[in-house]
């Protein structure tokens, strides 16, 4: 297990026939699983610069900006599938980072109803999540994009550690509060409290739909794949 990593259960995605649906991976010749309530398993990546900034990323031909994350497939436990996709979105390696925290349990959002494959087999309404709070330890230039044959961001750049809930698409702020809300005192203990501050009690996740308060993006560093 890398340096700082905490305790994370290394459990599988359970296969078909112990009751979950499975489908069959495209392109990738393992399979992948969706639950019985249609989630599929997914993780998430908090990447923070050592000042407490976070790695802040555009969809290709997209105007929107997120955070890195992706399906996980039936043969890997959290850990193996956040290693898989910190490589494939970011270009980093497990020794340009340090695992400073994961949340305890699955994450839910749903869908919209515009993005729900109702024709598919196995119909996905949403995605399950564990969340990891990584710590760059490498350069800046280790960051690449252009990896894969189909990358997922075409740019990037760093933003204040509240700064995602407010600006990421609508149907994710809720999901992005309460994961950055649980790894926000590991993240305080790195960078400390000016960087990483206590949101007051007006905070909360079912607020962040429709606000905006206008947080900063400070010191923008550029990366193009």
Not at 2 to 7: A, H, I, L, Q
Not at 10 to 22: N, Q, T
Not at 70 to 84: C, F, H, I, K, V
């Given at each position: 297990m890398?340096?700082?990593?905490?305790?994370i259960a290394?459990?599988?995605?359970?296969?078909?026939?112990?009751?979950?649906?499975?489908s069959e991976a495209v392109n990738s010749g393992v399979r992948i699983v969706i639950d019985p309530d249609g989630y599929r398993p997914n993780v998430g990546i908090v990447l923070m610069h050592p000042d407490g900034r976070l790695f802040w990323a555009r969809r290709v031909h997209r105007d929107g900006w997120q955070f890195p994350q992706?399906?996980?497939?039936?043969?890997?436990?959290?850990?193996?599938?956040?290693?898989?996709e910190l490589r494939e979105e970011t270009g980093?390696?497990?020794?340009?980072?340090?695992?400073?925290?994961?949340?305890?349990?699955?994450?839910?959002?749903?869908?919209?109803?515009?993005?729900?494959?109702?024709n598919d087999r196995l119909v996905c309404i949403g995605q399950k999540q564990v969340w990891f709070l990584l710590r760059l330890t490498g350069q800046e230039s280790d960051l690449r994009l252009d990896l894969t044959d189909k990358p997922e961001f075409d740019h990037w750049r760093w933003v204040d550690f509240w700064y995602p809930v407010e600006h990421v698409v609508m149907f994710k702020r809720s999901v992005y509060a309460r994961a950055l809300r649980?790894?926000?005192?590991?993240a305080r203990q790195v960078a400390g409290p000016a960087a990483v501050?206590?949101?007051?009690?007006?905070?909360?996740?079912?607020?962040?739909?429709?606000?905006?308060?206008?947080?900063?993006?400070?010191?923008?560093?550029?990366?193009?794949?």
């Open positions: 890398p340096k700082g990593c905490p305790s290394p459990h599988r995605v359970v296969v078909a026939g112990e009751g979950v649906a499975e992706g399906g996980m497939n039936s043969d890997e436990t959290p850990l193996e599938a956040m290693y898989r980093l390696l497990p020794e340009h980072v340090e695992v400073l925290g994961a949340t305890p349990g699955w994450l839910r959002y749903r869908l919209p109803q515009r993005a729900i494959r109702r649980h790894l926000a005192p590991a501050p206590t949101p007051g009690p007006e905070f909360r996740p079912q607020d962040q739909i429709g606000r905006s308060r206008g947080p900063r993006c400070r010191g923008a560093g550029a990366g193009q794949g």
